[in-house]
């Protein structure tokens, strides 16, 4: 009796577990980023901005598919230690291997053009994120998009514009010699020259630069009005550190990438205001979406978001959730998607003309009391350009 009791327990547990329904299927999303190598500092800016969003989709009941169920998404990451080519590798594998529904973009320009050609071959659509250059209109639409304004030509235009309503009549270039800093010189360079603003410093450096001393005295010495740094985040912090030495005391001070991730100002405390930097985002504005990023992002991380690159990432997927949440994860239909809608987002609306944002303008942001604030174009300053006053 015994023995039949167990068998009709073992049986009726064995009916429940049949009759139960099955869990919905994950939405596995994949991505590669520089976790080590030369831009491994940058990477944690869209780390973060991709995990808080995970976590607000999953807290949400999961990812809208085509408005018909929610699932949960897991994110899959691998680290392409700052080196395009491993970035192929990786992207491949995700989609042939690890088959993820969805990708989420790497780190960078040149990882970026190295994977358009995986993901054109497997017809996989993927918005970019952390990306910027001219040649981006030469890629082919339909499976890569790009939601930064931060392109060289357009930059130079809104720079020399920036420069002459601050009065700036004389600059001190110094430039990178990775390829964004490079291209971003080759069209300042005539841009300045045609608005009549000379350049009296113009210095080029190795990426692994440790010691910017030399430069900087050569800038002390030709006095310029501003000061134009085409760099990345780790010779900004050089930049800083040495600039405040030596006793820069230009009245406009420009670093492309570094100033806008979130640490920067906590480093440096007082003496980074006045700094300008690329970036057209600042919770500062009237976006409730930007309100909630913001404040979410400070929340979990303990820190402020990059103000260009955990933004860019953020953007990246707002855009994708609303389109996946119109066409699902049919990657035709989401494609058709993608390259005809309009999305609401926390840098406004946006949209794609071919692989490029159609919508949103290049800004320049600048460090004020620690805060930083859109300055140009001036019909979305947060607050109006300040010239630098010392190292605090």
């Given amino acids: 009796m015994r023995k039949f009791v167990g068998a009709l327990a073992v049986s009726a547990l064995a009916a429940a577990a049949w009759a139960a329904p099955a869990a919905a299927a994950e939405v596995r999303i994949g991505y590669s980023i520089a976790k080590t190598g030369l831009f491994a500092p940058a990477a944690p800016s869209q780390i973060n ?21 929610r699932r949960k998404v897991t994110l899959i990451q691998y680290d392409d230690q700052s080196n395009p080519g491993n970035a192929v590798k990786i992207y491949e594998k995700l989609i042939t291997q690890d088959k993820v529904d969805l990708l989420l973009s790497p780190w960078g320009t040149p990882h970026h053009f190295a994977i358009a050609s995986v993901l054109e071959r497997h017809k996989f659509p993927m918005i970019g ?28 235009t809104a720079m020399v514009g920036l420069l002459k309503s601050a009065g700036v009549k004389s600059v001190a270039v110094l ?5 964004f800093g490079q291209e971003n010189k080759k069209f300042l ?27 900087l005295v050569k800038v ?15 010779d900004s912090i050089l930049y800083i550190n040495k600039a405040r030495e030596v006793g820069i005391a230009a009245k406009f001070q420009y670093l492309l990438v570094g100033p806008a ?24 504005g009237d976006n409730a979406r930007s309100k909630a990023f913001y404040a979410a992002y400070k929340k979990k991380f ?16 707002e855009i994708l959730e609303q389109a996946v949440a119109k066409a699902g994860l049919d990657k035709d239909k989401l494609r ?20 490029q944002n159609a919508v949103t303008p290049t800004g320049f942001l600048q460090i004020q009391k620690g805060e930083l604030h859109i300055v140009w174009p001036k019909d979305r300053q947060t607050a109006p350009l300040a010239p630098k006053t010392g190292w605090k």
Avoid: C
């Fill in 220 to 234: 002390k010495a030709a006095n310029p009005d501003g000061v134009i740094g085409l760099a990345y985040p780790g």
């Fill in 302 to 317: 303990k820190q402020e978001p990059d103000y260009l690159d955990s933004v860019e990432a953020w953007v990246s997927v």
């Fill in 49 to 69: 901005a991709y995990n808080l969003w995970a976590e607000q989709v999953n807290a949400r009941g999961g990812l809208d598919i085509g408005g018909k169920e």
């Fill in 189 to 215: 360079m005539p841009a300045l020259k045609a608005a009549g603003i000379k350049v009296l410093v113009d210095a080029d450096y190795p990426p692994n630069i440790k010691d910017m001393t030399a430069i």
């Fill in 129 to 156: 994120s952390t990306a910027s250059s001219v040649q981006l209109r030469n890629m082919k639409p339909g499976n890569i998009w790009f939601t930064t304004a931060a392109v060289a030509d357009k930059l130079a």
């Fill in 261 to 284: 991730i979130g640490f920067f100002r906590g480093m440096f405390k007082g003496a980074a205001d006045g700094i300008v930097t690329l970036g057209h985002w600042s919770p500062h």
């Fill in 336 to 355: 058709q998607a993608i390259s005809t809608g309009t999305f609401d987002t926390i840098i406004g609306k946006v949209r794609f003309d071919g692989v």
């Fill in 175 to 179: 430039t990178n010699q990775l390829p």
